[in-house]
């Protein structure tokens, strides 16, 4: 029978230590955030963002600390090391959140795409089964099994199959070349169904797909609504290590706190619309990023509009992602944003075509 132990000790609102037979570990959690460090060194670090289906997991493995004669690890500074751990990834959250739109997404160049070449001619054998018939007929039955013909009989029965085998994945590749083109052409075609399927399919959507809507215009415009939640994003408190090494949590102030739910809201549209332009071929793509939010008159949730963008290919292309600020980078755009240092964004009206 295993034995097993596990106990977790609470340091604090989201602050756990952790202890079982493997060691010693701390797990730090806020919204959108779980962080956790063991003494072995390594450390997992899964970064999500409520209302828009955005996570980061990074894992790295650090260093075994040397044992000592008794066999325990060395960590006389082991608190200080955990509660700096907790304050660096708030951090790295807090950045993560309000850099979206550096965040290089892969981009599809259809004609090329189009103008792939079909793996084989439908006509002949695909390269996998050619290369399967071709060890059937170089296959010679050993001594073994030349005695024991049951042997031999086994193996032509596995090389048959394997040519069953490589003939269906020969089938499963050209149809995958045979849709992939047909969709670059609808694409370049400016079908907006195809359009749709590329957002749908794309895995640079996949966390936000339940919270957008895609409207094609025209073969060159698209129109996004994506619903963000910066009431459950943005954290309330601050945290910052002290010089004994404790954890200081105070209450984030108000502009403080404003400052970066526009950045988070501004970098998320960035971010959304290169996506779409390394997506689509489109030359426009209008942004309205929107929040359910409470109307205090009738008592029901409403979506509000925070932010309505007009993002043009060509201005986009100029743009250096590394350095810009992105609540300032909407002047470079058309665009609808009232906000408010001490009270956030107010409500505004869509841009229209």
């Known amino acids: 029978m295993a034995f097993h132990f596990r106990r977790s000790v609470k340091l604090g609102k989201g ?13 730090f959690g806020t919204t959108g955030l779980r962080s956790s460090i063991h003494s072995t060194g390594s450390r997992t670090n899964t970064i999500g963002i409520p209302g828009t289906g955005l996570s980061y997991i990074d894992r790295s493995r650090g260093r075994k600390r040397k044992k000592g004669s008794s066999g325990r690890s060395q960590s006389p ?8 751990a907790a304050v660096e990834q708030y951090n790295h959250y807090i950045h993560a959140m309000t850099n979206l739109h550096q ?9 090329e795409i189009e103008r792939t070449p079909a793996p084989f001619s ?6 996998r089964e050619k290369e399967a018939v071709h060890q059937y007929h170089q296959y010679e039955p050993n001594f073994v099994e030349r005695l024991f013909k049951r042997l031999a009989h086994k193996k032509r029965k596995e090389l048959t199959q394997a040519i069953k085998q490589a003939r ?33 399919e794309s895995s640079d959507f996949d966390h936000m797909r339940k919270r957008s809507k895609l409207q094609v215009l025209d073969a060159r415009t698209v129109e996004m609504d994506v619903q963000v939640a910066p009431k459950d994003v943005v954290p309330k408190k601050t945290l910052k290590l002290t010089k004994t090494g404790k954890v200081s949590k105070r209450k984030m102030g108000k502009k403080h706190y404003y400052a970066i739910v526009k950045d988070f809201v501004c970098s998320h549209a960035i ?24 109307n ?34 909407m002047e470079n755009f058309e665009h609808h944003m009232k906000f408010l240092k001490t009270k956030g964004f107010r409500s505004v009206k869509r841009l229209s075509t």
């Open 103 to 111: 965040i290089s997404p892969h981009s599809k160049n259809w004609e």
């Open 271 to 294: 971010w959304t619309a290169r996506c779409l332009f390394a997506s689509l071929p489109v030359d426009t793509c209008m942004m309205h990023m929107t929040e359910n939010a409470l």
């Open 168 to 200: 269906e994945q020969d089938e499963a590749g050209y149809r995958k070349w045979q849709e992939a083109t047909e969709l670059a052409s609808e694409v370049l075609r400016g079908n907006p169904e195809a359009y749709a399927r590329v957002v749908k």
């Open 122 to 127: 439908p006509e002949d054998m695909g390269p």
């Open 77 to 84: 500074n082991q608190d200080m090391t955990k509660n700096a």
């Open 296 to 329: 205090t008159a009738t008592g029901h949730n409403k979506h509000r509009v925070l932010l309505s963008v007009t993002f043009d290919r060509q201005t986009m292309d100029r743009l250096n992602f590394a350095r810009l600020e992105p609540a300032d980078a």
């Open 15 to 27: 602050l756990k230590l952790n202890v079982s037979k493997r060691g010693i570990g701390m797990s």
